[in-house]
């Protein structure tokens, strides 16, 4: 039984400096979402794809985010010139989308960020 | 706006009683689902419950109930004879189109 895995699990990295996650969903499922969260707080969406298609953005995701999911499999997310602001816990979602809103999201452990 | 509030920054509970978990959430779309999800130290989101807008009964599993009121707007977690491994953070999140929104989370810690 896989879950959702993302690598790497932990990212030390200088402000300025470019980084790259990436998150393998539940095989067969549909939907990948990504969520950023820092400490204290419940986590914040940031995109979701549904197959290869980036269906929404939130306006969290400024332009030095991008997402990809190439194959509707695997995706990436990548910061470009990171921030401290940047540093947080960046969770992944995978389910599959039946009808209504009950499809129910699957995360993975998450990849911790830090940028000195 | 703040569309999920969890009013209760940390609850205690004794092993092997009840506790509810309070949330209010905030929508005018009437097709929506709440979710609420445990998160331990170890930093991992586990699925607990699923509500749907539409549902005409609560959602129970297991030891996890929803207290779904929807004319309140309110989505409490009762969790039943709580156990030590029930000591986590506890999200409600409430999805009405593609996003989920989460609330801030409520530090539940089990005393033996």
């Known amino acids: 039984d896989t879950g959702v895995s993302q690598n790497p699990r932990h990212k030390i990295t200088k402000r300025g400096q470019n980084v790259t996650f990436r998150c393998d969903p539940i095989s067969e499922h549909n939907r990948l979402y990504w969520y950023r969260q820092t400490l204290g707080q419940g986590p914040e969406f940031l995109t979701y794809?549904?197959?290869?298609?980036?269906?929404?953005k939130s306006r969290l995701l400024s332009d030095r985010f991008s997402a990809e999911r190439p194959k509707g499999s695997f995706s990436t997310l990548e910061i470009q010139r990171t921030e401290q602001g940047d540093s947080a816990m960046y969770l992944c979602?995978?389910?599959?989308?039946?009808?209504?809103?009950?499809?129910?999201?699957?995360f993975g452990p998450g990849t911790r960020l830090t940028v000195l | 706006a703040q569309k999920i509030t969890q009013t209760q920054p940390g609850m205690f509970v004794q092993e092997k009683e009840a506790v509810t978990l309070d949330c209010t959430y905030d929508?005018?779309?009437?097709?929506?689902?709440l979710f609420w999800y445990k998160q331990p130290s170890s930093g991992e989101m586990i699925f607990l419950i699923y509500q749907g807008s539409y549902d005409q009964q609560n959602a129970t599993e297991g030891r996890y109930s929803l207290n779904f009121q929807k004319a309140r707007k309110s989505a409490n977690l009762v969790i039943s004879a709580s156990q030590l491994g029930d000591s986590a953070m506890y999200f409600c999140?409430?999805?009405?189109?593609?996003?989920?929104?989460f609330g801030a989370g409520t530090r539940l810690t089990v005393k033996p």
């Open positions: 794809f549904q197959n290869e298609a980036q269906l929404e």
């Open positions: 979602a995978s389910s599959l989308v039946a009808s209504g809103f009950g499809d129910t999201q699957y």
């Open positions: 999140a409430m999805r009405e189109r593609g996003d989920m929104r």
């Open positions: 929508t005018s779309d009437p097709s929506y689902g």
